[in-house]
């Protein structure tokens, strides 16, 4: 063969071989994408559910013309009257822009969640490939991420849409503080740290505050890469301690300031730095007024539930309100002793069955998930909810790396123990391959079958009568549900479920009374508003319910008492005032009868 056509056989090998490397690189993702698109395609032509009446489907913001981009940063995350402090202006501006392009139709929305879903998935399979996980761990921990059935409540409804960006944004963050925030053992370059390896992970650090609050673990995930993975970094701190304190500040200046402009944009958009915990209901939250040491206790307790349901997530519910879930008081508690077998045994299995080059990789996966938790945990503030599936959605991308490593390494240990050296490694990974496949074929079908549950609300409302019967939440929904069937008889009795687990439940009671009203039980509805406004008294239309029924019954001075609290709550009220003239005149001629 003469030089020239070794030179161009080399050529064209050449193109082969990279062709065959590109396919190499792209086959994982576009998998984990088509993995992801066939568990979830089914549940976009679903409609808009709870959250997301309130959010998206029925606020005003979204439908007129004269909203503006600059107008998300000048609102809380829910409408008037909902609000408890929360401040997303990037999810809001993601509502605006999809109800811009889509209308106000749920199927858009969950169409654009499922494709941020898809980029996550992506996002978490790079980052454990450029983390070293291996190209085996790193695709079946993408995938598993992908498509397990605990991340449901967060890619299908439209209210999950905070959870998936604040997601996107974090790893983001993360890669681009890997990539070009690399330490060296020879020291800093500032130019290049402020140019590229401090300033884009700020971005999106901020862009991932502005989505979720809980965006801001990105600096601690920053700190964590860098004291348990970055080796050269602290060798420059025994070496060169001043070097290194000057490397601190080029590469967290940006993260740092991202964070202080996400609070400022926060008191600029709602007037408040923290949330409003105390107007956030107990129903939803019962640790809102518990005890400081009762709200740790029960917010880890919580985290074994979490990780139950990560490994065994048979029953799921998209409600696990007071009373099925209520506070632990005690370390005895079978729950906390879950959550103590869990969160402190796990780190330990990882360590024993994953090799020495990986149990560093370990260690900073077991105290990402930590640091993920803790925000959305209920251990510094109360949050909206005692516990809710979706909050587990960016916890769980370590946790899911984490536990397809102890398959490897199991599988790694149980095969040498039957097989010569020669075929140890290859085999080792085809049980292992074997083994997360059928685990991720069977979150596949789990999450599929979920997916399912969350076609309209009617078929949540059932759902979460089955899965969470002692949630006073789930059959005041079924309540609503009946009542929408006109099986008001029904909807009471759903009313009364809901009352003899929470009687002091505000939402139950008022829907017992307009059912009773509807019945034409005219006597029994106005006991039960008297027993409303003894609980809660900033409801004008309770005040008009009762004093339209005292003056059908003729307490005409009664009912123009209610009526005139019913304008001192809300002046706005035109058909209140036509009532209230009417009352008034009745009174008139009554009294020219007498």
Request: with cysteine; aromatic share 12%.
């Amino acid at each position: 063969m003469t030089n020239e056509n070794k030179n161009a056989f080399g050529a064209v090998n050449h193109s082969w071989l990279a062709r065959c490397r590109s396919v190499k690189f792209f086959l994982p993702p576009l998998l984990v994408a088509l993995i992801a698109a066939t568990t979830y395609i089914h549940g976009v032509g679903g409609g808009f559910v709870f959250d997301d009446m309130p959010l998206v489907e029925t606020d005003p913001f979204y439908q007129s013309s004269d909203t503006t981009i600059l107008d998300c940063w000048k609102r809380c995350y829910w409408r008037k009257g909902m609000a408890i402090g929360q401040h997303r202006p990037l999810t809001l501006l993601s509502f605006l822009l999809n109800a811009r392009l889509t209308g106000v139709y749920s199927p858009g929305f969950r169409f654009v969640n499922l494709l941020l879903h898809i980029c996550v998935s992506i996002l978490v399979w790079r980052l454990f490939a450029v983390l070293g996980a291996g190209r085996l761990a790193a695709f079946f921990a993408a995938a598993l991420f992908a498509v397990h059935p605990l991340h449901v409540e967060a890619v299908t409804p439209t209210s999950g849409r905070a959870e998936l960006l604040c997601a996107f944004f974090v790893l983001l963050g993360l890669l681009s503080y890997i990539a070009h925030c690399r330490p060296t053992g020879s020291g800093i370059d500032s130019g290049a740290l402020f140019a590229r390896g401090a300033l884009l992970p700020g971005v999106f650090l901020l862009f991932a505050c502005w989505s979720k609050e809980n965006g801001a673990v990105l600096l601690p995930l920053c700190a964590l890469y860098d004291f348990v993975l970055g080796g050269a970094w602290l060798g420059l701190f025994r070496n060169n301690p001043t070097q290194w304190a000057k490397g601190v500040i080029l590469r967290y200046w940006a993260l740092a300031a991202a964070l202080l402009v996400a609070a400022l944009s926060r008191v600029y958009g709602i007037g408040a730095l923290t949330p409003k915990v105390g107007r956030a209901s107990f129903v939803d939250n019962p640790l809102i007024n518990a005890s400081f040491w009762d709200r740790q206790i029960s917010a880890f307790s919580m985290q074994g539930l979490a990780l139950c349901k990560f490994f065994w997530p048979e029953t799921l519910s998209h409600d696990y309100s007071y009373a099925q879930l209520d506070i632990v008081r005690s370390l005895a508690d079978s729950r906390f002793l879950v959550a103590i077998g869990g969160l402190v045994l796990l780190p330990p299995f990882i360590f024993l069955v994953c090799g020495k080059r990986s149990r560093r990789l370990g260690f900073f996966l077991y105290l990402s998930y930590i640091v993920c938790v803790i925000p959305a945990g209920n251990f510094i503030i109360p949050t909206g909810t005692i516990f809710g599936e979706r909050l587990f959605y960016l916890p769980s991308v370590f946790l899911c790396l984490g536990v397809v490593m102890a398959v490897v390494g199991a599988c790694r240990i149980a095969v040498a123990k039957t097989l010569p050296l020669g075929r140890r490694r290859r085999t080792a990974r085809m049980v292992a391959a074997a083994l997360l496949s059928l685990m991720v074929g069977l979150c596949s079908i789990r999450a599929a079958v979920r997916v399912l549950d969350w076609k309209d609300a009617d078929t949540m409302t059932i759902k979460g009568v089955e899965t969470a019967r002692y949630s006073v939440k789930t059959w005041n929904n079924l309540a609503v549900m009946f009542a929408h069937q006109n099986r008001l008889v029904h909807a009471i009795a759903a009313c009364d479920e809901a009352l003899s687990i929470y009687p002091k439940y505000v939402t139950a009671m008022k829907n017992k009374a307009y059912y009773l009203i509807a019945l034409k039980r005219y006597r029994e509805a106005e006991r039960q508003l008297r027993a409303v406004i003894l609980l809660d008294s900033r409801d004008p239309e309770i005040y008009n319910k009762l004093g339209g029924l005292l003056a059908r019954a003729g307490k005409l001075e009664e009912a123009k008492g209610m009526l005139e609290r019913s304008l001192s709550l809300d002046p706005e009220q035109k058909i209140t005032r036509d009532a209230l003239a009417a009352v008034n005149e009745d009174m008139r001629t009554k009294r020219l009868i007498k």
